[in-house]
């Protein structure tokens, strides 16, 4: 009993080991004795997602991820066709389009040696391209054409598209097989997807440049307003300065009027009450001079005992009628 049994659980330990399975999003390169294992047609051996067979102990699978990767860039200094430098932060999506070219390509599929070429690859397109523009068209590229020509250029290995569409031309008149560019990624084996730019800087001391005209054109601007306020404040407070003015000169002449209607008035009723009693009025002129005279008891008056001042204090009986 005991022998059957460890036969069934050495059996299964080999079936086990002779089974791979590829999950979705990966692919299987098949290794035997650590050289890669080529088919009919001298290509090497991909495995396609699903179960697999291998021989145990002789052949093993190295899986590749087939799924779309990022890669961030560092911002990097890149100089335009106006000869201005700009600071450039960007990010390429790409996948594995050839597992073989990319084993291969990359030693064993790493994928940071790969990313490490297609950096370096991207790079040199950018900066190419961005050489052939100014500021204006790079800020205001709409349309992504400057991403566009990059990751074409990454794929065809072309300085322009027309030169990829010149070889694809000559492939389709002579029907034979499009030969890769070498300095294209199809010869590692990857496809760009996409390029995208994430920012774009101006370097620090060209910017902090711009900042400090753009602060000085801003202080003059305020400096100037402030000039134009005062300006207008000065002619608001002269206008209300000018209107206080006649409103109290106004008030006063309206004043000086009423008061001289009101002594006017009040001399005529006077004179109309005067003039129906003139011997009272006559004393009663005397008393308040009287009362002026001798209001101050230091005064001395030296007057003549017959003038008239003192007619009513010799004949009282001069107001009887």
């Known amino acids: ?49 699903g179960v697999h067979l291998k021989i145990p102990g002789l052949e093993s699978v190295k899986l590749l991820d087939a799924r779309i990767q990022t890669m961030d860039n560092q911002a990097d200094r890149f100089v335009t066709k106006e000869q201005k430098d700009l ?16 084993y291969l390509a990359t030693g064993g599929g790493d994928i940071s040696q790969a990313e490490v070429l297609l950096k370096r690859k991207f790079s040199d397109r950018l900066r190419s391209e961005i050489g052939r523009l100014d500021v204006q068209d790079i800020v205001t590229d709409s349309h992504g054409r ?10 065809t290995g072309s300085s322009s598209q027309d030169n990829a569409l010149d070889l694809l031309h000559h492939h389709n008149e002579s029907s034979m097989t499009l030969p890769v560019n070498q300095n294209s990624m199809e010869a590692l084996g990857i496809k760009v997807i996409d390029v ?3 920012q774009i800087n101006l370097p620090t001391e060209v910017s902090d440049a711009i900042y400090a005209r753009m602060r000085a054109e801003r202080e003059s601007v305020a400096r100037s307003q402030r000039a134009q306020g005062a300006e207008e404040a000065a002619i ?13 000169a106004e ?37 308040r001079a009287y009362e002026s005279s001798f209001s101050n008891h230091q005064d001395l008056v030296v007057l003549s005992p017959e003038t008239d001042f003192f007619r009513f204090m010799k004949r009282p009986d001069c107001l009887k009628r």
């Open 251 to 287: 008030a006063r002449r309206q004043a000086l009027i009423t008061k001289g209607e009101g002594d006017a008035e009040s001399a005529k009723l006077f004179s109309d009450a005067f003039s129906k009693d003139p011997d009272f009025y006559a004393f009663l002129r005397s008393l």
């Open 196 to 198: 995208r730019i994430k």
């Open 236 to 248: 608001v407070r002269a206008q209300a300065d000018y209107a206080v003015e006649r409103t109290l």
């Open 146 to 155: 400057l991403t566009t020509d990059v990751r074409d250029a990454l794929n």
């Open 1 to 49: 009993m005991r022998k059957p049994f460890i036969f069934v659980l050495v059996v299964l330990g080999i079936i086990c080991m002779s089974i791979c399975i590829v999950q979705e999003g990966e692919r299987g390169i098949v290794m035997r004795f650590g050289k890669v294992l080529r088919n009919s047609e001298n290509q090497p051996l991909v495995y396609m997602p």
């Open 87 to 102: 600071i450039v932060d960007s990010y390429i999506k790409w996948r594995v389009s050839d597992f073989s070219r990319y």
